[in-house]
């Protein structure tokens, strides 16, 4: 089968399930991924055949794509701040969003010496990794209550050629630190119950729970965990950086400022939404 006879199937097997631009998306990532092409070289190879190993592995992703699963673990692989991450259903898909929240932490961050770093609720590594491999002589530590999360962050490090020391760890059960910290970063569950309804069915059906939600009673419980800790551990200027809800970013800042922050700064993401929070002592 010729590229653009592939490409023909593939959309119309997918044209009744998803947007014709996303349906589109998901073709260039595939064809990138089993291919290695551009989209440039997809439009000067249009009548190049396709060998037959290569065309089922095309048409089993839209049989997957058409139950909504994510083409990132689908394809088993993302990018993420321009690098390249494993991801699986232990870990969340990395969002552009806390591509953001890693621009602010390096802006913001001394580059000319030996920081303590530590990221709180891992996943697949993508703060932790991204973090390093700009920031080379910082020392950075990672935290994540999965197992299966920490094995595939550590995975992540070692395809990224940086340093990281990932440790299972449940927060919400850890009393101190073992260090003190020059930085400390999360992004913790923060989508209360209510909120599922808006929840696309690709992230609902699929993405690990437990690293998207928290209860409707006690949403902030995370951030109240993880702000007591990060006073009690951070250094003299020290920051605290934070992914929040939307809907709930001036009841965060006010959590942080009863615990003892006196500096905390709300910013939105690109799409206009209160998303990050930076905190100092």
Known sequence: ???????????????????????????????????????????????????????????????RLKNHEPIQYILGDTEFYGLPFKVTPATLIPRPETEELVSWILED?????????????????????SLAKHMEQTNVTAYDISEDAIKVASENAILNKVTVTFTSVDILKTTRLDQSYDCIVSNPPYVRELEKEEIQSN???????????????????FYRAIGKLSYDNLSGNGRLFFEINQYLGKETVQLLKEIGFTQVELRQDIFGNDRMIKASR
């Open 203 to 221: 992230v609902l059906d699929h993405e690990p729970h437990s690293a998207l939600f928290v209860s409707d009673t006690d949403p902030l419980v």
């Open 1 to 63: 089968m010729k590229i653009k006879d592939l490409r023909t199937a593939f959309v119309d097997r997918l044209q009744d399930h998803y947007p014709l631009e996303e349906v589109q998306s998901f073709f260039q990532i595939t064809a990138h991924h089993f291919l290695g092409y551009s989209r440039m070289d997809i439009v000067l190879q249009l009548e190049e055949v396709v060998e037959e190993v290569k065309v089922q592995q095309f048409l089993t992703t839209c049989d």
């Open 109 to 129: 961050l001394p580059k000319d010496t030996t920081l303590q770093l530590l990221d709180i609720g891992t996943g697949s590594g993508c703060i932790a990794i």
